[in-house]
């Protein structure tokens, strides 16, 4: 047989963890044995894994701080459940609707990328970080304004109120401004979302390993030697950059149909910071470290509901608490010693 | 018109000094400090709390604020920043986001998330010019804002811890072989920053009265993109970034739509920094091969 290399080794580990984690899951609901709160955190969990990958691809591939990454969510989620919702009699099977709305998510997602990433792939660090910042305020807030409704002759679109529609008796409302969708049928199913996160992940792992991945961690550890090479800068971080706002959106598409309203509040900053965390606790660049801590810390505020009021305060010690812990060598080098011993110990014991 | 334009200059006040802030820290500490927000929310919840609770007059309490917000800058800083200043600029973003949930919610512990009706702080008539009516709020934060300004240019061109902050926002390996003490002078520029900010958190609510735990956290993102507006790093670049967002937002409210204001406000960043990348009164950077 012959021997995998240690990357493509790497990424069938990573396929396995994704799978052990569907079955358990599986088997713990079958059973009878996943409570409430957690089995209603499955797809959210699903989306957020999906939303750290492709934040990875941009700012651990790429290179570039991206602090809008909730924008492409909330395009995706929203022009999904349109979507949905408008081919609810077109199409009667839920999982091929839910199918065509996770599309459709992120091909508008898609545009949405393209066309925020000419200008915003031209600036560089901290700039980059703030347009970023900003075009994610501007899709919340225009989509805050969006009304979509649907009747007989197609789609109508306003900015102003629901009236301004002018829907024909029977029309039906889709999107109604601040208050966001409602009435979304849930189609979202754990199973679709994770086959979509073992794409997402089969993907990223094969773009990096391809030449235009290798181009952008080119461009991403020395941007003017890459250049000197005839590597074309703006076309290959557009690309990583579009192909990410992509899977955000899909990963959005897959959130708001999980749930029976959604509103455009729920995809701001915050959220866009929420997922850089997950990026950074995970190890920037390392997608295993990326999933396992988007599932993690989406699960850890419902772990610490026994401290009620004060879990999100704990939440955020724990935060900077990681962050000075990694960042310094002596207490890296004491927990790398730690677990030396603990392994040394465990291995004699085991003999 | 004239009344939009007063206003617009008071909400820009409040924003510019918001901003000298964030970039006093970017300036000298390389970092964006998300938690800058949250000590504006922290200042006004002090005024707040000395003049309702413990009834003291305006400027003693104007005064504490400052006070505790200075301590809480210098505090932020030793305990999160300090031990990190060798770290990748992104472990040190996601700290200061740490810190921000951390100030959010423990303000949310001590004062519950119900907003807060904040006392008139400036007990004065409204100033009316024939049938232009100006808030007397709108003057104390303009004039407070343009004392802040002179005293702070004063203080970075002819102070000696003036210029030690120049030295070392410039080069920091240099400013130490000068026998600058770097780490005073950084801690410093913390305490100046988060006094400032505790003076923008008492304008901020005299003059938009709600305070909430999240009252800080807009007003912080919308001073740091006037920060950047203006050339993030430059002084004059904060103020006049701050005023012209002031402006442009109160007129985007009054003359083409409320709820799309905020939109409008980052389209006009983005279009300044794609015409002008480093803003607009930012040092143009040549980039070493």
Redesign the interface.
């Known amino acids: 047989m012959k021997k995998l290399s240690k990357k493509t080794r790497a990424g069938f580990i990573n396929y396995g963890i994704i799978i052990v984690f569907f079955i358990i899951f599986q088997i713990l609901s079958a059973t009878g044995n996943l409570g409430s709160s957690l089995k209603g955190q499955l797809i959210p969990i699903c989306s957020y894994i999906i939303m750290a990958l492709s934040l990875n691809l941009v700012v651990g591939i790429s290179g570039e701080l991206s602090l809008g990454h909730a924008g492409f969510m909330s395009v995706g989620a929203f022009s999904g459940v349109v979507a949905a919702a408008s081919l609810a009699d077109v199409v009667p099977n839920n999982t091929l609707r839910l199918l065509i709305a996770l599309f459709v998510g992120a091909l508008i997602a898609t545009f949405a990328g393209i066309l925020i990433g000419i200008p915003v792939l031209r600036l560089r660090g901290d700039y980059l970080a703030i347009v970023t910042l900003a075009f994610g305020e501007i899709i919340k807030n225009v989509l805050n304004c969006l009304y979509v409704g649907i009747d007989k002759r197609g789609l109508h679109f306003s900015l102003k109120d629901e009236p301004s529609l002018h829907l024909e008796p029977g029309g039906k409302t889709i999107l109604s401004g601040p208050m966001g969708a409602l009435g979304i049928t849930k189609l979202s199913t754990f199973f679709i979302g994770i086959v979509l996160i073992l794409l997402v992940l089969f993907y990223i792992q094969n773009f990096v390993n391809s030449r235009p991945g290798r181009a952008v961690a080119a461009i991403r550890d020395n941007r003017i030697a890459a250049e000197a090479c005839g590597i074309p800068v703006t076309k290959y971080k557009l690309i990583a950059f579009a192909t990410s706002a992509a899977m955000a959106g899909s990963a959005g598409a897959l959130y708001a149909l999980n749930y029976s309203t959604v509103v455009p509040k729920k995809f701001d900053f915050n959220t866009s910071i929420l997922v850089l965390v997950f990026v950074v606790l995970g190890g920037i660049g390392n997608l295993r470290g990326s999933i396992i801590a988007a599932a993690v810390l989406t699960v850890l505020p419902e772990l610490l509901r026994e401290f009620r009021d004060y879990r999100m305060l704990v939440y955020a010690i724990v935060l900077i608490l990681v962050m000075l812990i990694t960042n310094n060598d002596k207490a890296m080098s004491f927990i790398r010693s730690m677990v030396k011993m603990a392994g040394k110990k465990f291995r004699k014991e085991a003999v | 018109m004239v009344s939009y334009l007063i206003n617009g200059i008071s909400l820009g006040s409040v924003y510019a000094i918001i901003a000298l802030g964030y970039t006093m820290v ?1 300036g000298i500490a390389k970092m ?1 400090n998300f938690a800058h927000g949250d000590v504006i929310m922290i200042g006004g919840y002090m005024a707040f709390c000395s003049t309702s609770y413990l009834g003291w007059p305006v400027i003693p309490s104007v005064l504490f604020s400052i006070f505790v917000c200075t301590i809480l800058g210098m505090l932020i800083e030793k305990l ?1 920043y300090k ?2 200043r060798e ?2 600029s ?2 040190v ?3 200061a ?3 921000s ?2 100030l959010q ?2 303000a ?2 001590i004062w519950s998330s119900n907003p807060k009706a904040f006392p008139n702080m400036v007990d004065l008539p409204n100033l009316v010019i024939g049938d232009v009516q100006i808030s007397s709020v709108a003057i104390v934060t303009i004039i407070a804002s343009i004392i802040i300004m002179i005293a702070l240019t004063f203080f970075t061109s002819k102070t000696k811890l003036g210029k030690a902050m120049r030295a070392v926002s410039e080069d920091k390996g240099a400013a130490q072989l000068m026998g600058i003490n770097v780490n005073a002078t950084i801690s410093m520029t913390f305490a100046i920053g988060s006094g400032l900010a505790a003076i923008a958190g008492v304008l901020l609510c005299s003059a938009y009265p709600t305070l909430m735990p999240t009252t800080g ?1 807009m007003p912080g ?1 919308k001073a ?2 006037a920060a ?1 507006f203006g050339g ?1 790093g430059s002084i004059p670049g904060a103020m006049l970034g701050g005023i012209l967002l002031g402006i442009i937002e109160i007129f985007a409210k009054a003359y083409i ?1 409320t ?2 204001s ?2 409008i406000v ?2 006009v ?2 279009i300044v ?2 015409v002008k ?3 607009l009164l930012g040092k143009k950077m040549a ?1 070493k ?1």
């Open positions: 970017y964006l999160a031990p990190l770290a990748s992104l472990a973003l996601i700290t986001i740490g810190v949930y951390f919610n423990a949310l512990l956290a993102i740091f993109t950047v993030i739509s709820q799309l905020d939109a980052f389209a960043l983005i920094l794609i990348p480093t803003g980039e091969v």
